[in-house]
């Protein structure tokens, strides 16, 4: 069975047109394995100034006479890299990619959207999923972590965040994480299948999932981090493999395949 699913997409890295097939399978039931709880220490280091800002302003309100930082509106795109110490030379573990956006009237506050995705050690290619506020002057503050690839898929958890250095002028924050994740063990090949709940693509009509990972649109194949959805699938967690089945940049038009597995609830 071939049917359009259009996926409401929280967080699209992806600019150009595209078109989704899935490919659904009937009534295929798979374990979700053993439960897992890992714990990662790393530090975020955030540069708003100088000749290669990790952080950039791409959109603000339009009264700026406050003369605040960041004021209320800011929109930041980031990509952070995480070491393995506080030291900036340190050993680079990852990098923490996404959008911040300054959603705090009486306070700042950013609420985050980011993929944070590691390139070294066990977890080298997973990443996790991070849609939370967080009130950057408080010094011990906590994020959501709501999904995540790879090893991580599935995965739920929480950050605990510490500002280690930070120096306004400069323009410079390292801020440490010390992050605890809940994920499985999983078969590494699953097909298109809802796990627990197994009933046709169809039936799903009005029931879109929630996205929310880095899409490596150059990779043949790859993977997203579903985090969410509505309808049939509430409180839904999974992830879709992808492969580009066609691509035309002068016409801007890409056919993506997708193979979701989801784990929801009767
Ligand atoms: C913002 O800065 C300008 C120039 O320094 C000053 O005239 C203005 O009063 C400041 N606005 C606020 C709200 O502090
Ligand atoms: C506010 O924006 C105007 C127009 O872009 C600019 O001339 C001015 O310097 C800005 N003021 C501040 C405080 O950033
Ligand atoms: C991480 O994985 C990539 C892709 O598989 C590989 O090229 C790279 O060498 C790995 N890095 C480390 C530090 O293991
Ligand atoms: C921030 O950095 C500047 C330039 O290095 C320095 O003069 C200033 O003392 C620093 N401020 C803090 C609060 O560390
Ligand atoms: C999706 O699943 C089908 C059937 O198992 C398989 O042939 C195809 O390669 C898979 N595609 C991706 C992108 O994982
Ligand atoms: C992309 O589409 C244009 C317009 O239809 C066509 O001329 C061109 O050959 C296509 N390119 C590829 C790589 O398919």
Redesign the pocket.
Known sequence: MDTNHHLLLLFLLFPLNFVSQCHAHDHEYHFIGKEKVTTLHFYVQETLKGDHPSAIEVAGPKDNSSNQTLPFGTVLVIDDPLTEGSDPNSKVVGRAQGLAVSAGQQQLLFVLAVDFGF???EF??SSLSVLSRNPVFETERELAVVGGLGKFRMARGFAKLRTYYSNVTLGVNIIEYTVTVFHYELAQVLNCLCIGLCVPFGEFNGSPLNVLSRNTVLETKRELAIVGGQGKFRMARGFANLRTHYMNATTGVVVIEYNVTVLTCE
């Open positions: 390139t070294s050690g080298n290619g």
